[in-house]
Nanobody
Framework: QVQLVESGGGLVQAGGSLRLSCAAS????????MGWFRQAPGKEREFVAA????????SYADSVKGRFTISRDNAKNTVYLQMNSLKPEDTAVYYCAADLALGPNPPIATMARPYDYWGQGTQVTVSS
């Protein structure tokens, strides 16, 4: 089992930055691809970014490319999402998720269904 806890959300003005963290428990953390998803009121959950457990493969939604950066520190069992140049449309609850991987840099899933474990989410609100 993997337990995930997100933190770092909050209120920020448009153009500002936030860094989200996802702390994972369990000694098998390094065996998982880690993804970030978000869900705004009235909208379906959408993919944001993901990273392989080896760190060699990343994927980003078109809407956040060039603004968000995903990274991980396996020694700290933590995944990060650095969010810069935030826009009001980035407002959502952000969730981290874990997908069991077969190797250090496998193809990354951008659909929610393959992910096995989910955190409780952290609210990000961007004001104009």
């Amino acid at each position: 089992q993997v337990q995930l806890v997100e933190s770092g959300g909050g209120l920020v003005q448009a153009g500002g930055s936030l860094r989200l963290s996802c702390a994972a428990s369990g000694r098998t953390f390094s065996s998982y691809t880690m993804g970030w998803f978000r869900q705004a009121p009235g909208k379906e959950r959408e993919f944001v970014a993901a990273i392989s457990w080896g760190g060699g493969s990343t994927s980003y939604a078109d809407s956040v490319k060039g603004r968000f950066t995903i990274s991980r520190d396996n020694a700290k069992n933590t995944v990060y999402l650095q969010m810069n140049s935030l826009k009001p449309e980035d407002t959502a609850v952000y969730y981290c998720a874990a997908d069991l991987a077969l190797g250090p840099n496998p193809p990354i899933a951008t659909m929610a269904r393959p992910y096995d474990y989910w955190g409780q989410g952290t609210q990000v609100t961007v004001s104009s």
